[in-house]
């Protein structure tokens, strides 16, 4: 285990449905990232979280919706998806909300495998 | 903007000999530079890194990987690889501090296949 946990690790939804992915980090790290891993495709950045704040949207459609209630929780909100949003999503977080830190780079959790019928 | 690149899709390489995975880099300033490795339906995991010293930078499941500035390269080696070393291998840089957090830059990822 990396201190970064995911859940469920693995999901099947129909398109009307709405979900939620969920990650946990204990580690006191103060931001948090959500990224989608296709087939054959680099690492998408969709959204970060830095001090619980939103800092980046990375041209997200709206149907995946991100939530930071504190530091260590983070949740992706998902409604009417497409199957072309079938991926792997990964969660990680860092120290890395101020400008002195970001030596120790990511640490990711095992992430969600999604499917879309 | 800085960048990272794994110049190579697939490296194949037999069991007990080397193996490089290559990484270039562009970037201002002094880099961080990362390795992660990724196995099937998991996240990735930290190998090594360098930020300052030594330009040979030794981490996990023996790897180490060696900083060249002239070159802007960033490549990762093992000296007798292991079929359990396949997986799928990420380069990163640091992006600087930018829009309140530090950003990491990804490679595309090199997929490594150790045959026995």
């Known amino acids: 285990e990396t201190g970064v946990t995911q859940t469920p690790r693995h999901l099947v939804m129909g398109m009307t449905n709405k979900k939620s992915l969920k990650c946990e980090q204990h580690l006191g790290h103060n931001a948090m990232y959500w990224y989608k891993q296709s087939a054959k495709k680099p690492l998408e950045l969709m959204f970060v979280?830095?001090?619980?704040?939103?800092?980046e949207n990375n041209s997200v459609p709206s149907r995946f919706s991100p939530e930071c209630p504190n530091s260590s929780h983070l949740f992706l909100h998902l409604h009417t998806l497409q199957p072309e949003d079938s991926a792997l999503y990964l969660c990680?977080?860092?120290?890395?909300?101020?400008?002195?830190?970001?030596?120790?780079?990511?640490?990711f959790g095992s992430g969600t495998r999604l499917t879309v019928v | 903007a800085q960048s990272v690149a794994q110049p190579e899709d697939q490296v194949n390489v037999a069991e007990g000999n080397p193996l490089t995975v290559k990484c270039t880099y562009s970037?201002?300033?002094?880099?961080?530079l990362f390795w992660y490795v990724q196995y099937p339906n998991r996240g990735l995991q930290f190998l090594l890194k360098?930020?300052?010293?030594?330009?040979l930078v030794k981490g996990s499941y023996g790897f180490e990987a060696e900083f060249n500035k002239s070159q802007t390269s960033f490549h990762l080696k093992k000296p007798s690889a292991l079929v359990s070393d396949s997986a799928l291998y990420f380069c990163?840089?640091?992006?600087?501090?930018?829009?309140?957090?530090?950003?990491?830059?990804f490679g595309a990822g090199t997929r490594l296949a150790v045959h026995p």
């Open positions: 990680a977080s860092s120290q890395g909300a101020s400008r002195g830190q970001g030596a120790d780079g990511y640490t």
């Open positions: 970037v201002s300033g002094n880099p961080y």
């Open positions: 360098y930020i300052t010293g030594d330009n």
């Open positions: 990163a840089v640091r992006d600087g501090f930018s829009g309140g957090y530090n950003k990491l830059i």
């Open positions: 979280y830095s001090l619980e704040e939103r800092v």
